[in-house]
């Protein structure tokens, strides 16, 4: 059974289509990376998986339950085992710990349950010692990496990355790479990173998924993305010869 399957999915915006017909198949404890130029429909994409954004058309389906049409109160539970990491993430005033606390207690977990997963969290992210620490005094690494601890607190059975190291130096983006395959491994997460570094994507992805204008133009295996890809478009874009 597929985590995800979208049939025939399109999403418009006012009279904006920015999703044409796309149908993917997104299969649980892989990781994907989604590429594509400016403007392709990577995010909106993702906004879609992560049931925070419905289909204007087509089905979509987690864990073979049909969500395109679903209320709240049912994609309320569905949402929450999933997660999502963005570029800049959001930090609250307080510390840390103030800002690790919030998803837990939102699920309605003890205190003492709640103390010991950040503790771990942390401890995997390799930064215990900033339990304490004011938020609004991280680095831009130190942040998507508390970021990526929140998420692990969360046990997702998704891990959504929306560009999460775009504002980092090389030194940061190899430290958060390395954590989400540490993630995908050992919690066999679903992994689905949307990048502009190809590199990473290489470094990351078992599947890439290229997207060109609201399509899908082209899912296959790493390797063939970059070294024999089916389709034109794919061809130019991993060479960099793509004009748009
Ligand atoms: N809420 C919205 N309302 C109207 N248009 C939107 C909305 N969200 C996205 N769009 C439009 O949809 C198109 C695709 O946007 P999206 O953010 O998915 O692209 P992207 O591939 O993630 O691009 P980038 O690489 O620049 O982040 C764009 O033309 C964008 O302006
Ligand atoms: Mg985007």
């Known amino acids: 059974m597929p985590l995800f399957k979208l049939e025939n999915i399109s999403k418009i915006y006012a009279n904006n289509t920015v999703l044409k017909n796309i149908d993917l198949t997104i ?37 073979d339950q049909s969500v395109a049409n679903a209320n709240e109160s049912v994609l309320l539970p569905l949402r929450r085992q999933m997660t999502m990491v963005i570029q800049n993430s959001q930090m609250l005033a307080g510390t840390v710990e103030d800002n690790m606390k919030i998803g837990l207690k939102l699920r309605g977990l003890p205190n003492s349950i709640i103390q010991e997963k950040i503790k771990q969290a942390l401890a995997f992210v390799g930064l215990k010692n900033l339990v304490n620490r004011k938020a609004n005094t991280l680095s831009g690494g130190e942040i998507q990496r508390i970021a990526l601890a929140r998420a692990i607190t969360l046990e997702p059975k998704v891990l959504f990355l929306d560009e999460p190291t775009a504002n980092l130096d090389p030194q940061n983006v190899a430290m958060v790479e390395s954590l989400i395959s540490d993630i995908q491994k050992q919690f066999s997460t679903t992994v689905i990173i949307v990048t502009h570094n190809l590199f990473q994507a290489k470094r990351i992805a078992e599947e890439v998924i290229f997207m060109h204008q609201g399509k899908i133009i082209e899912k296959a295996s790493a390797k063939t993305i970059f070294n024999d890809p089916a389709e034109n478009l794919t061809k130019q874009f991993v060479h960099g010869t793509m004009i748009y």
């Open 27 to 63: 299969e649980s404890g892989i990781s994907y990376a989604i590429i594509g130029p400016s403007g392709a429909g990577k995010s909106t994409l993702l906004r879609l998986m992560n049931l925070l954004e419905l289909p204007s058309f087509g089905n979509l389906y987690y864990n």
